[in-house]
């Protein structure tokens, strides 16, 4: 993103054979092979916090694609004139189902408090606060068309998230409910998970890449 080439310099600097990889990827990797995902052949990992990041899975093997764009879910679009995004395009994903996001949306309904975070707004929620359930209800109205997307996309055989967003147990109760909404019913089997391997998932991806030599 500056301009310098940090895998070779690391590489010279060190003297060792440096590997560079996205941190959804290594996460969805973790996942696939010794988590949530384990004994599935495709497995989509998303990682919602302060962004929002992704990474699939097929076989065991990341799918980068052929610019490393690939299962860069964030700034997929979901409004063309939306949002813009520090990537450059509009209505990026990212910008409507992070943590951040969620605490925008708050934001807008309860312009007299400032600084609040994602946790407190889910108490809230479960306190039935009436600016906390106007914000879930918006967000799982983004969320569901987002992943409905992603499912078009990938049709995964289990959906694994991670990401500090993903503790909050109503993704995977009223954000399943929202995907759903987008399909035909009678055809629907999807699988929504939390991660096995929590906030460090991620450093165990990037050790079976070094493992494996992927
Ligand atoms: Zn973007």
């Known amino acids: 993103?500056?301009?310098k080439?940090?895998?070779k310099d690391l590489r010279s600097l060190l003297n060792l054979p440096i590997d560079i990889q996205n941190d959804a990827n290594c996460f969805t990797l973790s996942e696939a092979i010794l988590g949530a995902g384990k004994g599935y052949s495709n497995v989509l990992g998303v990682i919602i916090g302060t962004g929002l990041g992704g990474g699939f899975i097929t076989h065991q093997k990341i799918h980068t694609g052929k610019n490393g764009y690939a299962a860069e879910l964030g700034h997929t679009?979901?409004?063309?004139?939306?949002?813009p995004c520090w990537c450059g395009n509009k209505?990026?994903?990212?910008?409507y189902l992070s943590g951040t996001a969620i605490e925008r949306i708050?934001?807008?309904?309860?312009?007299?408090?400032?600084?609040?975070k994602t946790p407190e707004i889910y108490q809230r929620y479960l306190h039935k606060e009436?600016?906390?359930l106007t914000t879930f209800e918006k967000y799982f109205i983004y969320f569901g068309q987002g992943f409905a997307n992603f499912i078009y996309t990938f049709d995964p055989d289990i959906i694994v998230l991670g990401g500090g967003v993903s503790k909050i147990p109503l993704l995977y109760t009223e954000g399943k409910k929202a995907i759903a909404r987008h399909f035909q019913q009678e055809k629907l089997n999807i699988q929504i998970v939390q991660n096995e391997l929590g906030d460090?998932?991620?450093?165990f991806g990037s050790l079976l890449m070094t493992h494996?030599?992927?």
């Open 77 to 83: 679009s979901i409004d063309y004139n939306g949002i």
């Open 106 to 116: 708050y934001q807008q309904y309860n312009p007299h408090e400032t600084g609040i």
């Open 212 to 214: 494996a030599n992927i």
């Open 5 to 7: 080439p940090l895998q």
């Open 1 to 3: 993103m500056n301009g």
């Open 200 to 203: 460090s998932s991620g450093i």
């Open 130 to 132: 009436a600016q906390a």
């Open 91 to 95: 209505g990026c994903i990212e910008n």
